[in-house]
């Protein structure tokens, strides 16, 4: 198995945990070959409403953990960011058709850095930080 097994959520959408959309299913087609990665449900405006208040509710439990607990939790997501860099990169270059530099960027800015500062500020104080010399 992959890292990113499109069977996982095939045919449906995420919503805290993969379950069955109320909207239609789709094709994911690889722009570059015409090929399907994968069968797709969407979401109607109901699941958006229930996916927000899932959403909601998991931010206040979030919020509430300590923050060594949540720095872990984005320590790891980054050390997987790391590990599986090059399937990541290859996903995205075959679900949007894009080069594989900016594949790796969207991996190593958008996703690996961010999650290792994200971790950095679980531990921030409240309000606003000045940096020292400004």
Not at 77 to 83: I, N, P, Q, T, V
Request: proline residues 4%; glycine residues 12%; contains cysteine.
């Amino acid at each position: 198995m992959t890292f990113l097994d499109s069977s996982t959520g095939d045919g449906r959408i995420f919503s805290g945990e993969w379950i069955s959309g109320s909207g239609e299913m789709y094709d994911a087609v690889e722009p570059a070959t015409g090929k399907t990665l994968a069968r797709v449900g969407s979401a109607t405006p109901a699941d958006v409403d229930k996916a927000v208040e899932r959403a909601t509710r998991a931010q206040r439990e979030w919020a509430a953990r300590p923050y060594p607990d949540r720095a872990a939790v984005l320590r790891n997501a980054a050390r997987l960011f790391e590990e599986h860099r090059r399937e990541i990169e290859t996903g995205l270059v075959r679900e949007s058709g894009a080069g594989r530099p900016w594949a790796a960027h969207q991996v190593s800015g958008g996703g690996l850095e961010e999650c290792h500062e994200a971790a950095a500020l679980a531990g921030a104080p409240y309000g606003e930080g000045r940096r020292s010399g400004q």
